[in-house]
């Protein structure tokens, strides 16, 4: 079966396929741990300038900054409180402008995250709402209720927040009294908005113009599937082993709401006013692949994450399966299918590939979880991973640091964690610190090079020394010149506009397909495969002959 962008709209064999974030590889960076320019041991937007020639060498089409917006960092900046400045530690919005100007110049766009389910508490609105009397105005900004019980002193009801506890908290009134309780999916420091409200939907509005305005080529709208509740905000619990951001989970009342896809459709029109194609990206965590679908339509979003793909376990019946889910499901609505495998709230693809036990997104991993991966096999799957993902029609994210091999850093001392999930769950999740640490440029230089001063808001481990990418440059057999070749030559031979056909016959634990000329064979199981004839460009570890060893991915071309 062969699949195309096309497929189940044959209508739209005369729409452009040329956009850009069709097939684009967009690489994340996570601001804080990428490069630091000023030495504070917090990476900021000057880092990232710096870098930029780095990044054209790698290969990728445009990068996505994760939150640099004014924030007080309870989550890491996706708790903004302006959003139209940059945090101070980040830099200025002229800093911005340099590295926008910069990415430009060298042919990247350039993605910005924005976080629209809910804002820090102190942005200006939620500082004004707790002075303000209960059914104010600026109350109704946000999610605030009176509490359940005689005198309101139990909450509006009974959900759970994402990073443990409960969604909701009370707060004192103007006059000294216990008073309402507003909605916090996250952190209590997170309101969420509420998005019924149209002047929340005018402001929003104008923020896509604000960066847009200043050149901008898209956004990856943080929580998509979250911003409207169900009405009633009825109760729900949650499954305890489900994935902290909803996952599987059908029916819940703060999770996909039909009511979003309105607010898409508004946005959708305001990327359209700008010229260039300037792109959507969500975040939505939806229990199907066809309900993600719902979120690209023609007239909402451009992308949408494919998680479904992402927690799907090393298995080669079960990776086949999806991707043929997400060909079909996407191209029934004329968008691309997007391919990922890490990003900063998922345990590493190098770790979590070779997991030994369960663990739901969000929990992380330290040193009393169980399961844990051994780290040659986590890097085999990992190179093998991505070089299946690479070769996929559509869009593919990559993480920071992936393209240098680095493992989650599971040893972290329990006070240097400072993910919001570690302290609410007191403990219990490790949360998503170890994805983060500041990633190592060079092998003998303080912080390996992420700054000149040797300071890091996360400790690096000792063995990163030797994955830093001045080592890994030099060396043809590394993460990053895999990266670099599987980057060339998916562009070579245009294949995040191709389509994909599945070949048979090389037995189940292997996914092989053939995508214009080139002909992908992953090796998932235990036994070696019979390459066919041609010629071998790109192979995520060593092989012999013409026999394919397990947890290995080659590309051929046709001889
Ligand atoms: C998204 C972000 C995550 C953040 C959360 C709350 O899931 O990716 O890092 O904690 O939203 O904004």
Redesign the pocket.
């Known amino acids: 079966m062969t699949f195309t962008q096309q497929d189940a709209r044959p209508e739209l064999e005369s729409a452009p396929v040329s956009e850009w974030w069709r097939t684009a590889v967009i690489y994340q960076i996570y601001p804080r741990s990428f490069a630091d320019a000023s030495g504070d041991g917090l990476g900021d937007l000057p880092g990232v300038t710096a870098h930029l020639d780095d990044l054209k060498e790698l290969g990728v089409d445009a990068i996505w900054l994760s939150p640099f917006q004014r924030s007080p960092q309870k ?2 900046g ?1 708790d903004v409180a302006d959003y139209r400045d940059v945090d101070p530690i980040f830099g200025t919005l002229a800093d911005f402008d340099a590295m926008l100007a910069g990415a430009h110049e060298r042919g990247i766009r350039v993605i910005v995250d924005l ?1 629209p ?2 804002s820090s508490d102190q942005h200006v609105w939620f500082q004004e709402a707790l002075k303000s009397a209960p059914g104010s105005p600026e109350r109704a900004r946000y999610i605030f209720r009176d509490g359940a019980g005689e005198n309101g002193e139990l909450p509006p009801n009974n959900w759970e927040s994402v990073f443990g506890g409960g969604m909701w908290k009370r707060v004192t009134e103007a006059d000294g009294t216990p008073g309402q309780w507003y909605l916090h999916i ?1 952190d209590e420091s ?1 309101p969420d908005f509420d998005w019924t409200n149209p002047e929340v939907r005018a402001e929003f509005r104008d923020i896509l113009r604000f960066w847009l305005d200043r050149g901008v080529d898209g956004f990856r709208v ?2 998509a599937h979250g911003l409207i509740k169900a009405a009633g905000l009825p109760d729900f619990t949650p499954d305890p082993e489900g994935g902290s ?1 909803g996952g599987d989970a059908a029916g819940v009342p703060y999770w996909g709401q039909p009511g979003v896809h309105e607010v898409w459709r508004e946005w959708h029109e305001v990327l359209a006013e700008y010229d260039g194609d300037r792109a959507l990206c969500a ?1 939505a965590w939806l229990p199907t692949v066809a309900q993600t679908a719902l979120w690209v339509r023609p007239d909402e979003m451009h992308q949408a994450f494919n998680f479904h793909y992402l927690e799907t376990k090393w298995d080669a019946e079960a990776l086949r399966a999806v991707i043929t889910e997400s060909l079909h499901e996407y191209a029934a609505v004329g968008a691309p299918s997007t391919w990922v495998l890490s990003n ?2 998922v345990v590493r693809h190098a770790s979590r590939l070779a997991l030994t036990a369960e663990n739901p997104q969000g929990a992380g991993i330290g040193p009393k979880s169980p399961g844990k991966p051994d780290p040659v096999t986590g890097l085999q799957r990992a190179r093998a991973a991505t070089s299946l993902m690479l070769a996929l029609p559509g869009s593919s994210y990559l993480y920071q640091g992936e393209e240098l091999g680095l493992p989650e850093v599971i040893d972290l001392p329990d006070d240097a964690r400072q993910d919001p999930t570690w302290f609410r769950t007191e403990g219990e999740r490790y949360g998503r610190d170890g994805c983060r640490v500041p990633i190592p440029w060079t092998a003998d230089a303080p912080a390996y090079g992420f700054n000149d001063t040797g300071a890091a808001w996360l400790p690096q481990p000792a063995e990163w020394a030797e994955l830093a990418r001045d080592v890994q440059r030099e060396d043809p057999a590394s993460t990053l010149s895999l990266y670099r070749s599987l980057l060339a030559e998916r562009r070579a031979h245009g294949l995040g506009a191709g389509s994909l056909e599945w070949l048979d016959g090389y037995g189940d634990d292997v996914v092989a397909f053939r995508n214009g000329a080139v002909t992908v064979i992953a090796n998932l199981g235990d036994t070696a495969v019979e390459l066919p004839d041609g010629d071998v460009v790109v192979a995520s570890g060593p092989w012999e002959g013409a026999s394919l060893p397990t947890d290995t991915t080659v590309w051929i071309a046709a001889a």
Do not use: G, K
């Open positions: 989550d890491a996706y976080v389910n809910h996250f997170q943080d929580v951001m975040e900063h709230d």
